[in-house]
């Protein structure tokens, strides 16, 4: 089988990622996730929380240290906290359906297209009105409600994992009821395949 250098060749992931680095695409988009992340209250005031009760700060004698050796011994205590809440917030920030996630997605494409010929974009755009949303939120909010009060439960802690397994059934189940959400994800397999 030969193979063509015509439009219908399979555009790889690493042209469209070297294209989106080449063009500045990249940097742009790591610039908007960084100034969002340090405009983040939440994550600061959190940040500073775990500080203020950290073993460090309250230890007898940590007056007595010199700021370097304090930064270092927080460092060490805090780092990995921080960092588990700061890469939570980058990547809900990426996969944002109207921030961020929309601009790198659409960023994607345009690439895409660019290279392999076609026109964007690919598949329509998923537009869910406001009310369709709260409703769907209400009935979920309330489904849950249903679950803690039937009789006989007894209550226990949440798992992570398995809430996260069970997020991804629910959503797995909501993609294959939404026929356009079906044709979204079938439209990033073409991308990142």
Not at 121 to 141: F, G, Q
Not at 182 to 193: H, I, M, P, Y
Request: charged share 35%; aromatic share 4%.
């Amino acid at each position: 089988m030969e193979e063509s250098s015509s439009s219908s060749s399979v555009i790889t992931p690493e042209e469209v990622l070297e294209s989106l680095m080449n063009d500045g695409t990249i940097d742009a988009i790591r610039l908007k996730i960084i100034n969002q992340l340090k405009a983040n209250e939440e994550l600061k005031n959190t940040t500073n929380s775990m500080v203020e009760q950290s073993k460090v700060l309250n230890t007898p004698g940590a007056e007595k240290q010199t700021k370097r050796e304090l930064f270092d011994a927080l460092r060490q205590e805090l780092e990995s906290s921080v960092l588990e809440m700061a890469s939570k917030s980058v990547w809900e920030l990426i996969l944002d359906s109207n921030g961020i996630g929309k601009e790198i997605y659409e960023s994607v494409e345009k690439v895409f297209c660019r290279l392999s010929g076609r026109e964007p974009p690919l598949y329509p755009p998923i537009i869910e009105s406001l009310p369709e949303k709260e409703k769907r939120k209400e009935k979920k909010n309330l489904d849950k409600e249903k679950e803690h009060e039937s009789p006989g439960s007894l209550p226990r802690k949440r798992n992570f994992s398995k809430m996260s397994k069970r997020r991804e059934e629910s959503e797995v189940i909501d993609r294959s009821n939404n026929p356009a959400s079906v044709a979204e994800d079938s439209g990033k397999v073409l991308f990142f395949a």
